[in-house]
């Protein structure tokens, strides 16, 4: 069975800083892994996906996410936070088809709520 | 252009009453998907279908039925066996060319 892991349900930055939200998963087989924004009362958004090959992964918006499979993890960055990230961010992992899996869906973390400062 | 549809937006039920929301998507995905939002939750599988005619349970599918008599319809039923139904449900369809997963923009289900 997998698992996903968002480390802080509310993260704080200021406008300019880094973003990091951390994900880490549970995976009998190498995964695919997500990365999705959600504005609310609205439906989500694919920021960013891994399935095979380089393992980091630049997506939507500026934001970028690297694949370490000897941590199992794979944390969203991006190097300067605008007013408009402020959302809800879910990470979400998928056996591959290849495996036999992924019919199921997706699994995912909880979320982070992450919060702008002016 | 293609997307899915969910319907309503917003609903309102009384206690004891089935409901039904729609989902319907016109980017020939197989595979469709529902899934329950809940504050600090994320999302919980309750029913997924691969193809017409054939469906299976998630993680929390006691309470919900659905049907899939055609490819791009998916509807869910909240019964009133469903303890605590009031939540934002999310549908979603899946393509195996890119394993692009595409989401409704949601229906945000209340019970008064």
């Known amino acids: 069975a997998q698992s996903v892991t968002q480390l802080g349900s509310h993260v704080s930055v200021s406008e300019g800083a880094l973003v990091l939200l951390r994900c880490n998963y549970s995976?009998?087989?190498?995964?695919?892994l997500f990365w999705y924004v959600q504005y609310p009362n609205q439906g989500l958004q694919l920021l960013l996906k891994y399935t095979t090959g380089a393992t980091l992964v630049k997506g939507i918006n500026g934001f970028e996410a690297e694949f370490k499979k000897s941590e199992t993890s794979f944390h969203l960055t991006k190097p300067s936070a605008h007013m408009s990230d402020a959302a809800e961010y879910f990470c979400?992992?998928?056996?591959?088809?290849?495996?036999?899996?992924?019919?199921?869906?997706?699994?995912f973390g909880k979320g982070t709520h992450l919060i702008i400062q002016p | 252009d293609g997307g899915i549809t969910q319907s309503p937006k917003y609903l309102f039920r009384k206690e004891g009453q089935n409901v039904t929301l729609s989902c319907e998507q016109n980017l020939n995905h197989d595979a469709m998907y529902w899934y329950r939002q809940d504050p600090g939750q994320g999302l919980r599988l309750i029913y997924y279908s691969q193809i017409v005619n054939d469906f299976q349970k998630g993680d929390i599918a006691e309470g919900y039925s659905v049907s899939r008599e055609k490819k791009e319809s998916f509807p869910l039923t909240v019964t009133s066996a469903q303890k605590n139904p009031t939540a934002f449900y999310l549908c979603?369809?899946?393509?195996?060319?890119?394993?692009?997963?595409?989401f409704g923009s949601g229906t945000r289900l209340t019970v008064v």
């Open positions: 995976s009998s087989v190498p995964p695919y």
């Open positions: 979400a992992v998928s056996d591959p088809p290849s495996s036999g899996g992924g019919a199921d869906g997706l699994t």
């Open positions: 979603a369809s899946r393509t195996d060319f890119n394993y692009g997963y595409t």
